[in-house]
């Protein structure tokens, strides 16, 4: 299966991929993790990633399409993937689709996490304290002030997405509010599996 996750940050879009790694023996794709990957590995879009990297630039759609084709090839991949975090973007995601078309493939499922953004920052507030109050470090990522600008970047970036997956029709929701066993339940009738 090849299967998109969207939501926004904290909707628990990781914990379920873990989930479904799990369950479906198909590896995540982590965008930064390929960069890196192919930057180490020396491959062609690598070098070029390198490069553009190493002058302080944001790497450009076209070299993350690139890194992504090159991964999905890869053995462990061949059943499918699952992707978290990428695409970020409408054009990314059209650029996707093009690559997915000629390689033969196209995606099982676009799966996303409608939450409600107040509860959301009201749980990363708490889940923040918690760790604080357990004396461990709080992440970077669950600082209110971050969160709140990592959401904007999302409404502002990604939310499109959501409109158009519909528009081509593979679109799923789930209420990524409900209990984390129950989010995992829809997710499995959504995908038959």
């Not at 993350?64 to 462990?76: K, L, M, N, T």
């Not at 970077?140 to 939310?159: G, I, S, Y």
């Not at 679109?171 to 129950?182: A, F, N, Q």
């Amino acid at each position: 299966m090849r299967i998109i996750l969207l939501g926004p940050p904290g909707a628990g879009k990781g914990t379920q991929a873990v989930r479904l790694v799990e369950r479906l023996g198909i590896p995540q794709l982590s965008t930064g993790d390929m960069l890196r990957a192919a930057v180490a590995a020396g491959t062609p879009i690598g070098v070029k990633a390198k490069a553009i990297m190493d002058r302080g630039d944001l790497v450009s759609d076209d070299v993350v399409i690139g890194i992504i084709a090159d991964r999905i090839e890869e053995q462990d991949a061949r059943q499918g993937f699952i992707l978290d975090g990428f695409p970020r973007t409408v054009a990314q995601a059209e650029a996707f689709d093009r690559t997915l078309a000629e390689k033969g493939l196209k995606l099982d499922a676009v799966i996303e996490f409608k939450v409600n953004e107040k509860e959301l920052v009201d749980r990363i507030v708490r889940r923040a304290a918690e760790t604080e109050a357990r004396g461990e470090p709080v992440r970077k990522d669950d600082n209110p002030d971050v969160f709140k600008t990592r959401l904007e970047a999302f409404r502002t970036q990604t939310a499109p997405l959501s409109a158009y997956y519909a528009g081509k029709g593979s679109l799923k929701t789930v209420d990524g509010m409900r209990p984390i066993d129950e989010v995992t339940d829809a997710i499995k009738g959504i995908l038959g599996r």
